[in-house]
């Protein structure tokens, strides 16, 4: 009986010792996090700086489009060559 009065407290104070853990990280606060505003002339460099990224990339994007559309041309060009060129088994043989 005593065992059984032991480990039924031992359980308890196990049970009370996790809830005071527990429930004292939902309580810890955090400090706010405070955003920092960004002046107009840097948010005017900031706005430049991207409108500048966004040229260049849409400038890539156009080399891009029209190396595709070169290698498409040179890829019709020379399917075509291939379908010009009889096949080997249809020619007639040399006496």
Not at 19 to 47: E, N, W
Not at 74 to 95: C, E, N, V, W, Y
């Amino acid at each position: 009986m005593k065992q059984r009065s032991r480990n039924s407290w031992s359980a308890l104070g196990g049970a009370v010792a996790i809830f005071i853990v527990l429930s004292a990280c939902a309580t810890a606060s955090t400090s706010p996090v405070k955003h920092k505003r960004m002046s107009t002339a840097d948010q005017s460099g900031k706005l430049h700086s991207l409108e500048k990224q966004l040229h260049e990339k849409n400038q890539r994007i156009k080399e891009l489009e029209s190396q595709l559309d070169a290698l498409k041309l040179i890829d019709q060009d020379s399917g075509k060559q291939r379908k010009s060129f009889a096949p080997l088994s249809t020619m007639i043989p040399i006496k």
